[in-house]
């Protein structure tokens, strides 16, 4: 069974950093991008950044780009967000997201993390 | 950026009938979209992808349909656990930015 566990959510001031994670099981970690989504309070979802297989490939949405940094560890089946430079519109609940077999779609989800940028 | 736009915002429907959710891109996917369901408090769950193929799992009154800029999801028979939000998503290989409609509301009439 798929699993995704997102941690290190939490209230942090603007201007902050904040390190989330994602613990992967039950599929073979390495052989599929992986994604964070994010979803403002009351919101749509928003993509925000995606990571190949091997870690060799980043892509990150123009409202993240230059503030966040996605990485993996394919031997610990981990994937992470350090965002930095964290501003009230960051606001929201992280999901971390697997590719699907066919394609770039999101196959499934962790239940999210939540981050909270205030003062 | 390929721009994902749905329609209507909020769909009501009674019990038993039938949804018919609309998406359309600002320039071709080709097949490259997905639907997803997302519940309250819930993470969102894939319905569709390829346009028109059903998950693992999704009922068969969820159908998906078009290509290119035009593309419609629909519910048969609205059932009691089908009251949710409705986002669809492009998936181009490139550019690598995935995008997301702004959602449809499916609610109880």
């Known amino acids: 069974e798929v699993q995704l566990v997102e941690s290190g959510g939490g209230v942090v001031q603007p201007g902050g950093s904040l390190r989330l994670s994602c613990a992967a099981s039950?599929?073979?970690?390495?052989?599929?991008?992986m994604h964070w989504v994010r979803q403002a309070p009351g919101k749509g979802l928003e993509w925000v950044s995606l990571?190949?297989?091997?870690?060799?490939?980043?892509y990150y949405a123009d409202s993240v780009k230059g503030r966040f940094t996605i990485s993996r560890d394919n031997s610990k089946n981990s994937l992470y967000l350090q965002m930095n430079s964290l501003r009230t519109e960051d606001t929201a609940l992280y999901y971390c997201?697997?590719?699907?077999?066919?394609?770039?779609?999101?196959?499934?989800w962790g239940q999210g993390t939540l981050v909270t940028v205030s003062s | 950026e390929i721009v994902m736009t749905q329609s209507p915002a909020t769909l009501s429907v009674s019990p038993g009938e039938r949804a018919t959710l609309s998406c359309r891109a600002s320039?071709?996917?080709?097949?490259?979209l997905a639907w997803y369901q997302q519940k309250p408090g819930q993470a969102p769950r894939l319905l569709i992808y390829?346009?028109?193929t059903r998950a693992t799992g999704i009922p068969a009154r969820f159908s998906g349909s078009g290509s290119g800029t035009e593309f419609t999801l629909t519910i048969s028979s609205l059932q009691s656990e089908d009251f949710a939000v409705y986002y669809c998503?492009?998936?181009?290989?490139?550019?690598?930015?995935?995008?997301f409609g702004q959602g449809t509301k499916v609610e109880i009439k």
């Open positions: 997201a697997k590719d699907g077999d066919y394609g770039y779609y999101f196959d499934y």
């Open positions: 039950g599929f073979t970690f390495d052989d599929y991008a």
């Open positions: 990571i190949s297989g091997d870690g060799g490939s980043t």
């Open positions: 320039q071709s996917v080709s097949s490259n």
């Open positions: 390829g346009a028109s």
């Open positions: 998503q492009q998936y181009n290989n490139w550019p690598p930015e995935r995008t």
